[in-house]
């Protein structure tokens, strides 16, 4: 059969149409989009507003570094999310985990726009605020491993990085989002009145968003390679112990894939750059506005640098496309804060918008490479775990320790030496790894190499 005709199958062999496989991307985008604009939405408040209505009581410079740690503090909750979903999505399907973890983060982050501040209930404003963020964190522990592969399931064999590439683009479109509301309700309402309640409209905003995303999910069909280990009856009973019994060291490695990438792109995804930016005592002092409409614009460019990583994968390769990333990022982190000081929204503008063309080059392939990583039946065990370790090692606590790093040395220099490392492990990680594009990705493939403890790993 020619590669032409190929491309109209399912990697299990059945036919996908046109109409099918757009409303699984369709599917993945809105609902990574809504998860993360979520998720973001917290972060930015984190950085602007939530230090002074929940954690005043602990003094300014500490109150921010709690607000930055409740940030990070979701992270550890991931890989709880990771294991929960990875579990149930190998056994009862990848769909039915999609579906819930929307429902989970959108019920969150809603409740967090109607929480009391600690002037109004105390100390349990914190708590509250604090459990929410870790029910977020669980929800998007288990939310990318089921959309990737419902993405990548799907797609053709030569088209898998830029069909994966869907549900990554969902990060930078919430991001643009997230940052647009915010800008949005700061001109709403400036000053005090947000403060006081501008800041809720986008968390409430995802009440209706959420309804939106839970439509689109459950129009989708389940993942054809999902269907066929269920036909065969082959569902691994206890798919997370067959991974770490066998694959121990590839999870590993592939979480640092992530992690050089994380760390760098959580200095706005985390709001430390907001932060840093707008903070009335800092060296720059811009206006909140004018750096939200900023960041949503570098959220544009990060989309299109994700989907060309994602579609320049099909063509060189998942590893070729990374290596280019990397140094691409390390030029984007060297260049961040220097253009940043210049004190300026355009230089800052500029800054951003070098920093995501290495962003995108290291994300856009992630979905297909991890996904080509591991076998059928420990697949979403596999992609989600090394995703949530990946996430603690980067972007937990990377505002947390970039904002000790700047009240400890009144410099940025230590800052960018941490992202420049941070981007190094990415790169000798990605070197580790086999370069696998275009393997089968149903239940027969490879069946020995599955039993491997280098599977996936390069030889060199």
Known sequence: MSDSDQDGFTPTGTIASPGDRRRVVFAT????????????????????????????????????????????????????????????????GRRPMLVL??????????????????????????ILLIFLRIVQGISAGGEWGGA?????????????????????????????LASMMLALMAQIAPGDAFLAWGWRVPFLL????????????????????????????????????????????LVIVAALVFAGNNAVGYMTTGGYVQRYATDPKGPIALDTAPVFW???????????????GGWLSDRIGRRNTYILGWILQLVGVFLLFPMTNAGTVWSLALALIILTVGLGFTYGPQAALYSELFPASIRFSGVSISYAIGA???????????????QNTGSTVGITWYLA?????????????????????????????????????SKA
């Open 148 to 176: 990737v592969l419902m993405a990548v399931e799907h797609a053709p064999k030569k088209k898998r990085g830029v069909f994966g590439a869907s549900p990554q683009i969902g990060v930078p479109i919430g991001l643009l």
């Open 101 to 126: 973890t929307l429902l989970l983060m959108g019920a969150s982050t809603t409740l967090v726009g109607l929480l009391p501040t600690h002037a109004v209930i105390g100390v349990w404003a914190p």
């Open 392 to 406: 603690i090692l980067g972007g937990a606590f990377s505002p947390l320790i970039a904002q000790a790093i700047f």
């Open 206 to 249: 995802s009440f209706v968003l959420i309804l939106v995303g839970y439509w689109v999910r459950r129009r989708v069909e389940e993942s054809p390679v999902f269907t066929e280990i269920a036909e065969r009856k082959e569902e691994t009973r206890m798919p997370i112990v067959q991974l770490f019994r066998r694959h121990a060291l």
């Open 294 to 308: 900023v960041v949503a614009l570098s959220g544009v460019t990060w989309l299109v640098f994700t989907w060309l």
């Open 29 to 92: 985008v809105v609902g990574t989009t809504v998860e993360w604009y979520d998720f973001f939405i917290y972060a930015f408040a984190a950085a602007t507003v939530f230090a002074t209505l929940f954690f005043q009581p602990m003094g300014e410079d500490f109150a921010q570094i709690v607000s930055f740690f409740t940030v990070g503090v979701s992270f550890l909750f991931r890989p709880l999310g990771a294991f929960l979903a990875g579990h149930f999505g190998d056994k009862i």
């Open 421 to 457: 490392g941070m981007t190094l492990i990415g790169l000798a990680a990605t070197l580790l790894l086999r370069d696998r594009s275009g393997i089968p990705l149903g239940p027969d493939f490879e069946a020995e190499q599955e039993k491997s403890p280098i599977y996936g790993l």
